[in-house]
């Protein structure tokens, strides 16, 4: 547990993750799971509880934890002012690995990364897409048994987000353990093998993908319809094809509807079309969907998930007078 | 490794680090080298005029106290700069690191070290051509340079707290200057203390600044034997004097810091 005055950070939250897999926690802005990293990663010790990482205990013996472990933040953690060579060289002899090994490993990482070309440039030419890889890279130059990723993608155009999924993905097949915390539930999905959701510090679900899927239920059928007069109809239409009642959005026109999974969502989708057509509702579009995390985050918190406000730290560097 | 010798190598990683921003950035050494410049202009040719002080040239007499009020610019750029890598986030990855946790602070304040003898070089051939001169032997102005690098270098573990207690660059720069201006100011740096009203008095006389500006000069002959120094203690033996309060903010400061590096990490 921690908590910073009045504000629980962390309630009770528990988590493990199996030695070569990746555990992503998913939550929005201010659910805890920078602090989870942060104390996992022995920056914050928590008010009670324990951790441990790589069968190490965080609290008793966090320098051997420190050995073990690589982090890449929130926000790219390199030096402005040395070269992205300089900032590898220097991490990896903090790690103590020798002038020798240090040097290698930075030139190394490097290539893994796509950085080569700019290796000798100071970090303050770089992109943001270039200095999240380049932090990465400073996470993974002791060949850490885990590797815990804050938000990695957070703040990076879709084009970077993309190229960043690419290169975790070849570690994740290195078979790393890795703890990935995000706020894009796509990610969640293509990176990890397990999901946690938390939120106000507490676990609210997890499973992989499909089974937090599952829980909301199977697909959904979609309808937009041209004109808000027609909406009451199309929820009479659908009503009786799925479980509960029809949900309805009503500044988009949209109606939708949660399939029980009895029947094959082809054939219900046929007697959706004839019932609206019986009821001359004109559609502009209709579509049976799979659940997405959106879903099962809305489901599961009463809330939709939050991506596009500030990251949690920047709310964590204001609460003050923290309590032990 | 060894507990010190770890210490040692990685305060010295983290030294380099830090030079090689003072060889990127030059403006950091010319920021800090402009504004005593102007002060030496402004002390020597628009007050001087007006400042007697009986039995020195005033200009010889202005430089040593320039020396020391910027070698305490010079020590703030430690606070200064740990309160960017906290905000920045680089002390988060150092404390990831299974490195020592003195360390970011010991090559830090060594790095600021190197940095203010490049600022003292840059002083003194300004001190030169406006006609200051050593008037000592090379040992005595080399103690003379010593013991104020010492002194900046005690300076540097307390701004360091600061630093790390502020935590924002731009709130610690109101708070040094609200520290530094009466304690350069309130002292024999730019004027003799005798003339200020007793309480100044008494405080110029207790204030380090006073006793480390007292020891250059008389490390560089820059005063006149002839002239009795104040009766006070710490002017009587202003080296002395210096060199204990190194050593007192040392022990106190080095473990303070220490742990407040602990604590604001921690956040």
């Known amino acids: ?324 | 490794m060894s507990g010190a010798l770890q210490v040692m190598g990685d305060g010295f990683v983290i030294a380099k680090r830090n030079l090689i921003k003072v060889k990127r950035v030059p403006d950091l050494l010319v920021a800090s080298t402009l504004s005593p410049i102007m002060f030496v202009l402004l002390f020597a040719y628009v007050f001087g005029g007006s400042i007697d002080v009986p039995g020195v040239n005033y200009r010889e007499f202005l430089i040593a106290g320039i020396f020391a009020q910027t070698m305490i610019f010079g020590a703030t750029i430690t606070g200064m700069s740990l309160a960017e890598d906290l905000q920045k986030g680089v002390i988060d990855r150092f404390r990831s690191l299974p490195m020592s946790q003195a360390g970011v602070l010991i090559g830090r304040t060594s790095a600021d070290v190197m940095f203010n003898l490049l600022v003292i070089t840059v002083m003194s051939v300004t001190g030169l051509i406006v006609g200051w001169r050593i008037r000592t032997s090379f040992l005595e102005a080399l103690a003379g340079f010593v013991l104020l690098v010492l002194f900046a270098y005690a300076i540097s573990w307390v701004m360091a707290v600061v630093g790390l207690l502020v935590r924002v660059p731009e709130v610690f720069n109101n708070a040094v200057f609200i520290m530094i201006f009466p304690l350069t100011f309130i002292a024999n740096t730019f004027v003799p203390s005798d003339n200020l009203p007793t309480v100044l008095r008494a405080f110029a006389e207790w204030n380090p600044v006073s006793a480390v500006t007292q020891a250059a000069r008389e490390l560089f002959g820059n005063t006149n034997p002839l002239q009795p120094v104040p009766e006070a203690w710490p002017l009587q033996n202003p080296v002395l004097y210096t060199l204990l309060w190194v050593v007192v903010t040392l022990a106190v400061f080095v473990p303070l810091s220490v742990a407040q590096y602990r604590r604001a990490a921690a956040r």
Do not use: C
Request: glycine content about 10%.
């Open chain 1, 1 to 324: 547990m921690k908590t910073y005055g009045k504000v629980r950070a962390l309630d009770g939250l528990d988590l493990a993750v199996p030695r070569g897999s990746v555990l992503a926690v998913l939550g929005p802005n201010g659910a805890g799971k920078t602090t989870s990293v942060r104390v996992l990663t022995t920056l914050l010790r928590p008010d009670s509880g324990r951790a441990e990482v790589a069968g190490i205990d965080v609290l008793r013996h966090p320098e051997r934890v420190r050995e073990r472990i690589g982090l890449s933040g929130q926000y790219a953690a390199v030096d402005e002012h040395l070269t992205g060579f300089e900032n590898l060289d220097m991490v990896g002899r903090l790690y103590h690995l020798g002038r020798r090994v240090a040097r290698e490993r930075a030139r190394e990482l490097l290539g893994v990364l796509d950085l080569e070309d700019a290796a000798d440039r100071p970090v303050r030419t770089y992109s943001g897409g270039m200095r999240r890889r380049l932090d990465l890279a400073a996470a993974l130059v002791a060949r850490p048994q885990v590797l815990f990723l804050d938000e990695p993608t957070t703040g990076l155009d879709p084009r970077s987000r993309v190229g960043m999924w690419q290169v975790l993905s070849g570690l994740v097949a290195e078979g790393t353990t890795v703890l990935l915390t995000t706020q894009y539930l796509e990610e969640a999905d293509r990176l990890a093998h397990s999901i946690v959701v938390i939120d106000h510090g507490k676990v609210i679900a997890q499973g992989t993908s499909d089974e937090l899927k599952a829980k909301v239920g199977g697909d959904v059928v979609e309808v937009v319809v041209a004109d808000h007069d027609q909406v009451p109809y199309t929820v009479s239409a659908l009503d009786g094809l799925g479980q509960g009642t029809p949900v309805v959005e009503e500044h988009t026109r949209k109606v939708s509807m949660a399939l029980s999974g009895t029947r094959p969502a082809a054939e219900v989708l046929v007697e959706a079309l004839r019932r609206l057509d019986g009821e001359a509702v004109r559609m502009l579009d209709i579509a049976v969907r799979r659940p997405t995390l959106d879903d099962v985050f809305l489901t599961l918190t009463g809330h939709v998930s939050e991506p596009d406000q500030e990251p949690d730290t920047v709310a964590a560097g204001g609460r003050k007078g923290r309590g032990r």
